[in-house]
Nanobody
Framework: QVQLVESGGGLVQPGGSLRLSCAAS????????IGWFRQAPGKEREGLSY????????YYADSVKGRFTISRDNAKNTVYLQMNSLKPEDTAVYYC???????????????WGQGTQVTVSS
């Protein structure tokens, strides 16, 4: 059974850091590009970053560039999103997803995790 499971969310103060994990089962992550998305209440889903399957290079949305870093550990079949300098506007449910395309277009993603809540508040 193909499954993606996110973990690592929680409550953090502004300026703090969190590392999200996206663990795959039922398939090998390094055959896919992996993206991170988020959705805040009342807002549209936002694509944040993806890491390519070919060379591990990454794309970042302007809203997170310089603060978030995506990485993958193929041995652990896991992709990470290191989030630094968190702001209250980063509060959302964060999702990872897998695609055969190097794209931030959500429609191209085939597999999705269930999401993990990130809350940035003092």
């Amino acid at each position: 059974q193909v499954q993606l499971v996110e973990s690592g969310g929680g409550l953090v103060q502004p300026g703090g850091s969190l590392r999200l994990s996206c663990a795959a089962s039922g398939f090998t992550l390094d055959y896919y590009a992996i993206g991170w998305f988020r959705q805040a209440p009342g807002k549209e889903r936002e694509g944040l970053s993806y890491i390519r399957k070919s060379d591990g290079s990454a794309y970042y949305a302007d809203s997170v560039k310089g603060r978030f870093t995506i990485s993958r550990d193929n041995a652990k079949n896991t992709v990470y999103l290191q989030m630094n300098s968190l702001k209250p506007e980063d509060t959302a449910v964060y999702y990872c997803a897998a695609t055969n395309m190097a794209t931030m277009e959500a429609d191209w993603y085939d597999y999705w995790g269930q999401g993990t809540q990130v809350t940035v508040s003092s």
